[in-house]
């Protein structure tokens, strides 16, 4: 596995010619204690990933099956290539290609999806398809491109399975900067929880020589421990899991009220503690929010990320709660550049629909205060077989049409550009007076009575409204706000009344709404429900994206000739049936008559 230990060749028997021959038991024991001392002469990294694939557990069993030697046979066969480098000829040519990180990782999906059915709904846990990474190596690289200096850069993945994303983000800019004439120096960083995934990206690693490089990866919980916690990073790149329970690690922090780490609770809109922890049913935008604690702040380029969510990231959690105001803190702070809709089926374990967020912390001037929606759901190719749930994929072509449009930054039909706040609204909470028969409309009632009148008497719709306050001097009426002008007892006051909790409904107000709250209820409510009013302490700002409501193209409607020419083919198609069943003419002139 690596070059800097002692070369041991496990000493292995022939051949067998046959599938009824096999080794004998002192053999057998033999090969497998040469075999682990060939494990034991590796470094200690590569020990670690032993470790990880629990791969001594395993020996025991191949020797007892006698397949040890039969398999160390198959990874010897001159004819397989298992390395990332390339088996040269004689004269130089290129006999077997190398296997990079990324077609590893397809050969331990494939694995996944064929032997482990009954675990495939996590597939797509560890493995991103390179036609996705490559979309989102090109929308992070290609827009800063030119400002790309000879010089260092990290590239950070905080949940990075096998390690492939790392690895083509480093060749995409690699081959960028050498386009534009520079040299650049690229370091990875990876932190994964799976921990035959992580094995596989720090043995890529440490097969590439790249030693130092397999050391940045590390293993665990990229949420409850934080293996950089003080890293900034250039470049970042995930698929995080969605639609994970992340309940296990919430507990290990403490529990949602004791969570204090400042990647999750930030100081936002005034608000020193601005919670960013999301249910526990569903930990993918924490995953964001850790990569922007991440950003670079005081450089030119500052941080540029890509990362895949599900739908929900788009509309999940009402104002206040964790997920709206993860999106809040990223528009309102004008981070968000794009979201990409892929096609339906680009991933192996499932078929929902997904996205590429693309965000930067140092927008162009032209992008600034706007946000970008780019509907690719149409651009792809079929595959020749299906692999899993994954029926399509993006062609060279299909990638470069959606960056192309990402680039341009201008509208189309497959491209939507909005203003920040487009994408924010209050939400209010709108009340109804209580109308309870036999209530005196000439006085006020303390909270116990207004419950005995609860208790003993109807609600209806006509009885005269129940006073909880009345304000008889320096306040003035606005029915907006449940302050309304009465006359009781000949004298003009101002009353609030007690609100009736199962008329009581959430108004979404548009942050762009003309005229603010007001306005909305004076034109959308009060003209269906005159007494209304709303509670201004209960307005919350939350944020959501809909690409359908930006995307939906309904179907045309079929023409009448169209639907006639078929309701005629239909009845010619039944004519004669009814004479078969109960021998009565249905002919048309019948029919008539």
Sequence with gaps: MRSDRRRVRPSTTPRRSGSATSRPAGRQQQLQADFEAYLDGFSPNVQEVLEKFKFRNQVPTLVEAD???????????????????????????????????????????????????????????????????????????????????????????????TGGMLTVAEETLGQLAAEHGKEVSVHLYGQEVNPETYAISKADLILKGEGTEADNMRFGSTLAGDAFPSREFDFMLSNPPYGKSWKADLERMGGKSAITDPRFVVEHDGDSEYSLITRSKDGQMMFLANMLSKMKRDT????????????????????????????????????????????????????????????????????????????????????????GSKNCELSGEDVKRICDTFVAFEETEQSKIFPNKAFGYWKVTVERPLRL???????????????????????VETAPPVIRRVHKQGVAPDPLRGL???????????????????????????????????????????????????????????????????FYKPQPQRPLEEIRADILALELETEGLLTEIVGVSTSKESIRQ
């Design 300 to 387: 030119p380029l500052g941080s540029r990320i890509a990362e895949v969510h599900n739908g929900s990231s788009l509309f999940t959690g009402d104002a206040g709660q964790g997920e709206s105001n993860i999106r809040r803190w990223i528009i309102e702070n004008d981070w968000l550049e794009a979201i990409v809709a892929l096609p339906l089926n680009m991933f192996y374990n499932t078929g929902i629909a997904t996205y590429i967020w693309v965000l930067s912390n140092r927008k162009a001037a032209h992008r600034r205060g706007q946000v970008q929606l780019i509907d690719a759901t149409q651009w792809f190719r079929p595959l020749r077989r299906n692999l």
């Design 67 to 161: 397949a040890l030697g039969f398999l160390l046979e198959k990874f010897l066969d001159p004819s397989i290539n298992l390395s990332p480098r390339p088996v040269l000829n004689g004269d130089g040519s290129v006999r077997l290609e190398g296997l990079d990180n990324h077609s590893m990782g397809t050969v331990f999906e494939e694995l996944i999806r064929r032997f482990n059915e009954e675990n495939n709904e996590e597939a797509g846990e560890h493995f991103t398809p390179r036609d996705v990474v490559q979309l989102m190596a090109r929308l992070v690289f290609l827009p800063v491109a030119e400002e790309v200096r000879s010089g260092t850069y990290l590239v950070y993945d905080g949940a990075c399975g």
């Design 437 to 459: 028969e036999g209530a005196d409309p000439d006085r006020a009632y303390t909270a116990k009575e207004i419950k005995a009148l609860k208790d003993g008497r109807e609600c």
């Design 484 to 550: 309304f002008s009465v006359t009781i007892g000949g004298m003009s006051v101002v009353v609030e009344y007690e609100p009736d909790t199962d008329l009581r409904d959430p108004e979404q107000v548009p942050l762009l709404h003309e005229g603010g709250i007001d306005a909305f209820i004076e034109r959308e409510v009060l003209p269906f429900s005159p007494d209304a009013w709303y509670v201004a302490e209960s307005a919350k700002v939350g944020y959501e994206v809909s690409f359908t409501r930006h």
